[in-house]
């Protein structure tokens, strides 16, 4: 399980803005409309844009967090009671749910923290330089 972050670094990993992110990941403002895009290698990817893709990858993350969770309660379920969970039960569950996840607020994630594991290519690239 992952650790708990504290407060501090909470509001840390908070003021990160999303341009530093995609300057980290390789991103450079568009001369064309450096307000709202930027050019990843030959392709152009708008704030907006970044911002939906974004959230799409916090549900995913957020599925498959919540697939792990279910899962570690079923295998505990089978472990107590002897057997496999009815599927009448298993039927009325989905990793899907939620009702508990503000989706209009603010996500900030500490990208720099898992980038050799997020973008594998960025860690050979450090590598490479590193060598040179």
Same mark, same amino acid.
């Given at each position: 399980?992952?650790?708990?972050?504290?407060?501090? !670094?909470?509001?840390?990993?908070?003021?990160?803005? =999303? !341009?530093?992110? =995609?300057?980290? *990941?390789?991103? !450079?403002?568009?001369?064309?409309?450096?307000?709202?895009?930027?050019?990843? $290698?030959? @392709?152009?990817?708008?704030?907006?844009?970044?911002?939906?893709?974004? *959230?799409? *990858?916090?549900?995913?993350?957020? +599925?498959?967090?919540? %697939?792990?969770? +279910?899962?570690?309660? =079923?295998?505990?379920?089978?472990?107590?009671? $002897?057997? @496999?969970?009815? &599927? /009448? #039960?298993?039927?009325?569950?989905? &990793? %899907?749910?939620? /009702? $508990?996840?503000?989706?209009?607020?603010?996500?900030?994630?500490?990208? /720099?923290?898992?980038?050799?594991?997020? #973008?594998? @290519?960025?860690?050979? !690239?450090?590598?490479?330089?590193?060598?040179?």
């Amino acid at each position: 399980m992952a650790d708990a972050m504290d407060k501090d !670094e909470i509001a840390r990993v908070r003021a990160v803005p =999303l !341009e530093a992110v =995609l300057q980290r *990941l390789g991103a !450079e403002r568009d001369p064309k409309d450096p307000v709202h895009n930027w050019r990843w $290698g030959a @392709s152009r990817i708008t704030v907006t844009q970044a911002v939906a893709d974004a *959230l799409s *990858l916090l549900a995913n993350i957020v +599925m498959a967090w919540n %697939t792990a969770q +279910m899962q570690q309660v =079923l295998d505990h379920w089978a472990q107590r009671r $002897g057997g @496999s969970v009815p &599927p /009448e #039960l298993i039927g009325r569950i989905a &990793p %899907t749910r939620t /009702e $508990g996840i503000n989706l209009r607020g603010i996500f900030r994630f500490p990208v /720099e923290r898992y980038i050799d594991k997020i #973008l594998p @290519s960025a860690a050979a !690239e450090k590598t490479t330089v590193g060598r040179a």
